[in-house]
């Protein structure tokens, strides 16, 4: 099995930067793709982006050359640098991965609120 724990998560103003970061634990060698996907109240989880272990990049629409995924294998910590943040943009950000089996584990969620 594998443990994510996050951090990063605030309140921030329009315009502003938060860096998310998530580290794993236990059945590393497992992982596949890492992400991070978002869930604004009376939404549905969204994914935001994720990173395979080759290092390919997926992302939303809405966050395209805003918000950027990056992946360091050697900590075992996927992080996502959100800039030009938006109050579209406050959710609950939850880390998750995707093993080699196809299993997806999720992190315990960190709060990004935007707001002046």
């Known amino acids: 099995q594998v443990q994510l724990v996050e951090s990063g998560g605030g309140l921030v103003q329009p315009g502003g930067s938060l860096r998310l970061s998530c580290a794993a634990s236990?059945?590393?060698?497992?992982?596949?793709?890492m992400g991070w996907y978002r869930q604004a109240p009376g939404k549905q989880r969204e994914l935001v982006a994720d990173?395979?272990?080759?290092?390919?990049?997926n992302y939303a629409d809405s966050v395209k050359g805003r918000f950027t995924i990056s992946r360091d294998n050697g900590k075992n910590t996927v992080y996502l640098q959100m800039n030009s943040l938006k109050p579209e943009d406050t959710a609950v950000y939850y880390c998750?991965?995707?093993?080699?089996?196809?299993?997806?584990?999720w992190g315990q969620g960190t709060q990004v609120t935007v707001s002046s």
């Open positions: 998750s991965v995707v093993s080699i089996w196809n299993t997806r584990t």
């Open positions: 236990g059945s590393i060698f497992s992982i596949n793709v």
């Open positions: 990173i395979t272990s080759g290092g390919n990049t």
